[in-house]
């Protein structure tokens, strides 16, 4: 009987890691822009989908995926609009994997210029899954409360930008918007921050305008 | 709570380990944890220990090693330890960085048993 130690260095979640870099790659040759959307459930995922869906039809051609644990309500909100949508249920999984997006992906039209990947509405466990998105957003809605960045940190750290929803509300609730602002910005230096309202459209023309931009950015031949 | 999907994940990679060595069994894992890989370690110890009985690591005994968070500044070079959750460099007090260790989920090496 023989023992040795062999040097594996292998990513836990290096299966998961293979299977998104495959999706990024057929993203960007046909110049598509996938983005992850995470929060918390209720945070407004949906309501900002159904926004955007409306402001960029008849200019923009997109497709949603929507991760829920059940139901398919999501997704029929979202064809409601006249949008294509996927809806994957985990059936109990708190997260979206890079292989459940591999397994939709074929269905997907080739000549979209928006992906939108809406996540299992769960502030922690997303954040681990590279999902093969270009661009990954995390919202956080006013009512949460103003304290949450620093208790979940791992969803800001690994955003490229923080949308701060439900800004009609900021009148009625105790709601210290410049220190969620510092505090993700203490986690993420790099983050690009938007106050919105998806029900008013208050403050979603910015954000379209970053959707537009990373758009050509990850369809530039050098991204 | 995704620890077990991450122990499936694991005990797929050492199934292939056992197998590509020719090891009869595998007797220790050693997994690198960062603390900002959104992993308990906890949790993944009782993962480990539910998933491995049966399988080729049955009886292996599991080490979590856990570097801290290391950030590199783009402006100075200097790499350091952020303070609390705190994103600056340590030396010039930058936040244009990058971070160079915290978020590891590592398989880091294996100790197999050949009959």
């Known amino acids: ?223 | 709570m995704h620890e077990l999907s991450i122990i499936t994940s694991l005990f797929e990679t050492l199934e292939s380990q056992a197998r590509d060595h020719g090891a009869a069994r595998i007797t220790a894992v050693e997994l690198k944890v960062g603390p900002l890989s959104g992993v308990v370690p906890e949790l993944l110890q009782e993962a480990f220990d539910m998933f491995k009985l049966g399988t080729v690591a049955d009886g292996a005994a599991l080490t979590i090693v856990q570097p801290p968070v290391r950030v590199r500044c783009r402006s100075c070079g200097a790499e350091t330890e952020p303070q609390g959750l705190v994103f600056k460099c340590g030396e010039c007090g930058s936040t244009d960085l990058s971070l160079a260790a915290g978020t590891d989920l590592y398989l880091e090496k294996v100790e197999l048993e050949t009959d």
């Open chain 1, 1 to 223: 009987m023989t023992k040795k130690e062999i040097l594996v260095r292998e990513a836990l979640l290096g299966s998961n890691d293979k299977v998104a870099a495959d999706v990024r790659r057929m993203l960007r040759q046909r110049k598509i822009l996938g983005v992850n959307l995470m929060s918390s459930p209720g945070a407004g995922k949906t309501t900002l989908l159904e926004r955007i869906a409306e402001r960029l039809a008849g200019t923009h051609r997109l497709a949603v995926i929507e991760g829920d644990i059940e139901t398919e309500r999501d997704a029929e909100r979202i064809r409601a609009k006249g949008v294509p949508a996927w809806q994957i249920t985990t059936g109990g999984a708190c997260h979206l994997e890079a292989r459940m997006i591999g397994r939709v992906f074929p269905e997907i039209p080739s000549d979209l210029d928006f992906l939108f990947i809406e996540n299992v509405g769960n502030l922690v466990c997303p954040a681990a899954y590279d999902l093969g998105e270009s661009l990954r957003c995390v919202l956080l809605s006013i009512p949460e409360g103003d304290d949450k960045p620093k208790k979940y940190p791992k969803a800001f750290l690994t955003a490229d930008c923080l949308l701060i929803t439900k800004s009609d509300l900021l009148p009625v609730l105790a709601y210290d918007l410049e220190g969620v602002k510092r505090e993700a910005l203490d986690i993420n230096p790099r983050l690009t921050v938007f106050v919105l309202s998806a029900l008013t459209g208050d403050g979603l023309e910015p954000f379209l305008e970053y959707l537009h931009r990373a758009r050509e950015k990850a369809a530039a031949p050098d991204a």
